[in-house]
């Protein structure tokens, strides 16, 4: 591509205005962006960002979550777009709406990460659409593929994609040479990624609705609560992502994820779940598809269908509210008041007195027997109680034979 006119030294890059100020696309990633601006005045990428930036680095990190003020304002300057539209191509602009705290150099709740090593992504934390890349008049990356909800493209009904059909790559189209089809080609194998094939699902298909109201959610940023009124987005939110890491693994995800599967209709190609997977951003999109169906199908019909679920299988708050720090109060309030089950410990004289049947019958009251005869765990979790053992014969007395109880 030829470049414009007086842009090929810095000078094309200092006036009030660049040569070439377009502007975002609707919902356009940050970092789509920059490679179309690199690319419409005929530059190397790299060698636009420096000259944009004079020498800050901007590759080597997650620039869609890291971007700051400076690199905003001169974008915003430079193209004449306002700052806050400039903003709202950055993920740090879901803060508030979608999580309560964005984190620009770790982990954030929602956001898919993309292991950025030496300018490379090693992770699948961009998805795409193939269709709608081959119908867009130019090419350009969704800001909300980038977020874990997401997993199918409502306009097509299909399953997006997050890596290249024939390497299996995750995408890295700012390492590609700059024209006009660059930011569509895998940068590993050279595979246009607008001819991946993408079947079609009727299971898929059945949850466009959800994600429509996802994403309704968020940009209304604002939500119906049963019984509450309205909430704000990133409450609901925070307990959409709770259920989806209880459904992913722990000890009582198998008994969830069971009555779930009635309702949702995978099973043949369900994938396998580990207690590892409760990091839903690091999933795949049909897992992550099939854990939010089976998520919001909990909270359809909000509460009794949840509290239903979880006294019959008994899931109690301490199962519901694990490693939640603040959990919201309308979801808090409701699992305290109808899924509370305090967990049983049992008296000193209920342990000496099972001690002592645990003798009568002739057997050694170790620890393990008498909790099993009180149906508990543990039964010194709590509890401290004295219990002697009975006399021994040094000589008879084995390690293996002592009574794990002691004074």
Same mark, same amino acid.
């Given at each position: 591509?030829?470049?414009?006119?007086?842009?090929?030294?810095?000078?094309?890059?200092?006036?009030?205005?660049?040569?070439?100020?377009?502007?975002?696309?609707?919902?356009?990633?940050?970092?789509?962006?920059?490679? *179309?601006?690199?690319?419409?005045?005929?530059? !190397?990428?790299?060698?636009?960002?420096?000259?944009?930036? *004079?020498?800050?680095?901007?590759?080597?990190?997650?620039?869609?979550?890291?971007?700051?003020?400076?690199?905003? !304002?001169?974008?915003?300057?430079?193209?004449?777009?306002?700052?806050?539209?400039?903003?709202?191509?950055?993920?740090?602009?879901?803060?508030?709406?979608?999580?309560?705290?964005?984190?620009?150099?770790?982990?954030?709740?929602?956001?898919?990460?993309?292991?950025?090593?030496?300018?490379?992504?090693?992770?699948?934390?961009?998805?795409? %659409?193939?269709?709608?890349?081959?119908?867009?008049?130019?090419?350009?990356?969704? *800001? *909300?593929?980038?977020?874990?909800?997401?997993?199918? %493209?409502?306009?097509?009904? !299909?399953?997006?994609?997050?890596?290249?059909? !024939?390497?299996?790559?995750?995408?890295?189209?700012?390492?590609?040479?700059?024209?006009?089809?660059?930011?569509?080609?895998?940068?590993?194998?050279?595979?246009?990624?607008?001819?991946?094939?993408?079947?079609?699902?009727?299971?898929?298909?059945?949850?466009?609705?959800?994600?429509?109201?996802?994403?309704?959610?968020?940009?209304?940023?604002?939500?119906?609560?049963?019984?509450?009124?309205?909430?704000?987005?990133?409450?609901?939110?925070?307990?959409?992502?709770?259920?989806?890491?209880?459904?992913?693994?722990?000890?009582?995800?198998?008994?969830?994820?069971?009555?779930?599967?009635?309702?949702?209709?995978?099973?043949?190609?369900?994938?396998?779940?580990?207690?590892?997977?409760?990091?839903?951003?690091?999933?795949?999109?049909?897992?992550? %598809?099939?854990?939010?169906?089976?998520?919001?199908?909990?909270?359809?019909?909000?509460?009794?269908?949840?509290?239903?679920?979880?006294?019959?299988?008994?899931?109690?708050?301490?199962?519901?509210?694990?490693?939640?720090?603040?959990?919201?109060?309308?979801?808090?309030?409701?699992?305290?008041?109808?899924?509370?089950?305090?967990?049983?410990?049992?008296?000193?004289?209920?342990?000496?007195?099972?001690?002592?049947?645990?003798?009568?019958?002739?057997?050694?009251?170790?620890?393990?027997?008498?909790?099993?005869?009180?149906?508990?765990?543990?039964?010194?979790?709590?509890?401290?109680?004295?219990?002697?053992?009975?006399?021994?014969?040094?000589?008879?007395?084995?390690?293996?034979?002592?009574?794990?109880?002691?004074?």
């Amino acid at each position: 591509m030829r470049a414009p006119d007086n842009i090929s030294g810095t000078e094309g890059l200092s006036g009030k205005l660049w040569p070439v100020h377009i502007k975002p696309l609707e919902d356009e990633l940050l970092s789509s962006w920059l490679v *179309r601006l690199a690319r419409a005045h005929g530059l !190397r990428l790299h060698t636009f960002c420096d000259l944009a930036w *004079r020498h800050k680095p901007i590759w080597n990190r997650d620039i869609d979550k890291s971007a700051d003020e400076e690199i905003l !304002r001169v974008l915003s300057e430079k193209t004449a777009t306002p700052i806050e539209r400039v903003r709202q191509t950055t993920l740090a602009a879901y803060e508030g709406w979608l999580y309560e705290k964005h984190n620009p150099y770790g982990n954030t709740k929602w956001i898919m990460p993309v292991g950025v090593y030496h300018r490379m992504r090693k992770r699948p934390g961009l998805q795409y %659409c193939p269709m709608c890349l081959r119908e867009d008049e130019d090419p350009y990356f969704r *800001r *909300r593929w980038r977020l874990a909800f997401v997993t199918l %493209c409502e306009k097509h009904g !299909r399953l997006l994609l997050d890596r290249c059909p !024939r390497c299996k790559s995750p995408v890295n189209f700012h390492r590609n040479q700059i024209d006009k089809k660059s930011i569509t080609l895998c940068f590993r194998c050279g595979k246009d990624l607008r001819e991946a094939p993408q079947p079609s699902d009727i299971r898929v298909r059945a949850q466009v609705g959800q994600q429509v109201f996802l994403l309704k959610t968020l940009s209304d940023g604002w939500v119906m609560i049963p019984g509450s009124g309205p909430v704000y987005s990133h409450f609901y939110f925070d307990v959409l992502h709770q259920l989806m890491r209880l459904l992913a693994g722990g000890e009582r995800s198998v008994p969830l994820r069971l009555v779930t599967s009635v309702s949702v209709r995978w099973k043949a190609d369900e994938p396998r779940f580990t207690q590892n997977d409760n990091e839903i951003e690091t999933l795949g999109p049909r897992g992550r %598809c099939i854990l939010l169906s089976r998520g919001m199908w909990l909270l359809v019909d909000w509460p009794p269908r949840l509290v239903g679920v979880g006294r019959k299988h008994g899931i109690w708050s301490s199962a519901l509210l694990r490693d939640m720090d603040r959990p919201p109060f309308w979801y808090w309030r409701v699992i305290h008041e109808q899924l509370y089950e305090p967990s049983y410990s049992p008296s000193d004289l209920e342990v000496e007195a099972a001690v002592s049947y645990t003798r009568k019958l002739g057997k050694v009251p170790r620890e393990r027997i008498v909790s099993r005869l009180l149906g508990v765990n543990q039964v010194f979790r709590k509890k401290r109680a004295r219990v002697v053992a009975p006399p021994r014969t040094a000589s008879r007395e084995r390690a293996s034979d002592r009574p794990s109880i002691h004074p």
